[in-house]
């Protein structure tokens, strides 16, 4: 992946699983997007419990939050040949908020210290890739008040610029809400202002995560 600029991180869109066989071992990856420590742990955990007759289980995980926390483990297997190569490819990559498991079943014939790093690798990779990693964009959220005549005419500017309907309520006059990237944050504003004469004044609500493009292992 190559740097984005502009973004709170990059972490994946949905479940993703994998599955590598070499020398009759058996690799199983799933991938997932968490946030925070606990949810990180429960998701092992659960492929455990799915997986109970398997003879390890190596994950790796990285949160952010106030501070950025991660954990690996080998699980059994020799040291730095399976938690260590799955943090790498989190860091390597950019990856956050995300967890990242690999199950294998032994299949009676060893791998060494470099078909391990391979296997444990490439079914990470899959699973991840599977799970299609997103960009995270900063943004921010608002509403505002308008006539139902420039209501039609705010919700086409707010759509022409980039920016995401979140809802609308009709009452007395329209409050439509929506939410932008932080980058176009000040053009959509000012085009607002442009666009009722100063009428419409946009109230931030606070700020949000938005998703941006998908990206490539």
Not at 40 to 53: G, H, L, Q, T
Not at 158 to 170: M, P, R, V
């Amino acid at each position: 992946m190559n740097p984005v600029p502009d973004i709170s991180h990059i972490t994946l869109s949905k479940l993703g699983s994998s599955e590598y066989e070499i020398k009759k071992s058996v690799f199983i990856g799933n991938a997932m997007r968490v946030s925070s420590p606990l949810q990180a742990e429960e998701f092992v955990n659960s492929i455990r419990s799915k997986y109970p007759d398997a003879r390890h289980v190596a994950y790796a995980w990285i949160v952010s939050t106030d501070t950025k926390m991660q954990k690996f483990s080998d699980d059994g297997e020799p040291a730095g040949t399976a938690g260590k190569p799955l943090i790498s490819l989190l860091t390597s990559r950019g990856l956050s908020d995300c967890v990242v498991t690999v199950t294998r079943y032994f299949g009676g014939v060893l791998l060494g210290t470099g078909g391990l790093v391979h296997s444990y690798t490439k079914a990470a990779v899959d699973a991840i890739e599977d799970a299609l990693p997103v960009v995270i964009e900063r943004g921010v959220r608002y509403e505002l008040d308008c006539t139902y005549a420039m209501s039609e005419k705010i919700v086409y500017l707010l759509n022409s610029l980039g920016a995401k309907i979140t809802g609308t309520e009709y009452a007395y006059d329209v409050k439509v809400f929506f939410e932008c990237k932080l980058m176009i944050e000040d053009n959509i504003l000012y085009s607002i202002t442009q666009l009722s004469s100063g009428k419409v004044i946009p109230i931030k609500l606070g700020e949000c995560d938005i998703e941006g493009q998908r990206l490539e292992v």
